[in-house]
């Protein structure tokens, strides 16, 4: 059986904790222009992620706290949140949101609370 202990998970998953920007984008983004430019529609500065802690079923998460005065940008269909750390211009981590909303330029959106995580080693 493979073995990853929680402490390692824990190191990569406080590196979360550098993202100060999410974006809410078109399209998930690889790279960090694409995520802060080209795919995005909206961000939210300041978040709040926790710290690591058990994840279910097994694994180890952070849990990004819910936003709700994000700033919309473009006008479009969101469908992917994006983490970077804009100091080191580094996209952290994407993922799909858990519904596509439609987004107008000048409003705010908000999205609930989120995990980041990853499964133990089988």
Not at 51 to 56: E, F, G, K, Q, V
Not at 59 to 80: E, F, M, Y
Request: charged share 15%; net charge negative; proline share 2%.
């Amino acid at each position: 059986m493979a073995l990853i202990a929680d402490y390692f998970f824990d190191l990569a998953l406080a590196g979360i904790n550098d993202g100060g920007r999410l974006d809410i984008c078109s399209q998930e983004p690889a790279t960090y222009a694409e995520a802060i430019t080209t795919y995005t529609l909206g961000n939210k500065t300041s978040l709040s992620i926790g710290a690591p802690t058990d994840r279910t079923p097994n694994g180890r998460k952070v849990v990004v706290a819910a936003i709700t005065d994000g700033s919309v940008t473009g006008d479009g269909t969101a469908s992917h949140w994006a983490v970077s750390d804009t100091g080191n211009s580094r996209l952290i981590a994407t993922g799909a949101l858990s519904a596509s909303q439609a987004v107008t330029t000048g409003n705010t959106f908000t999205l609930a609370a989120f995990d980041i995580g990853f499964a133990d080693a089988v």
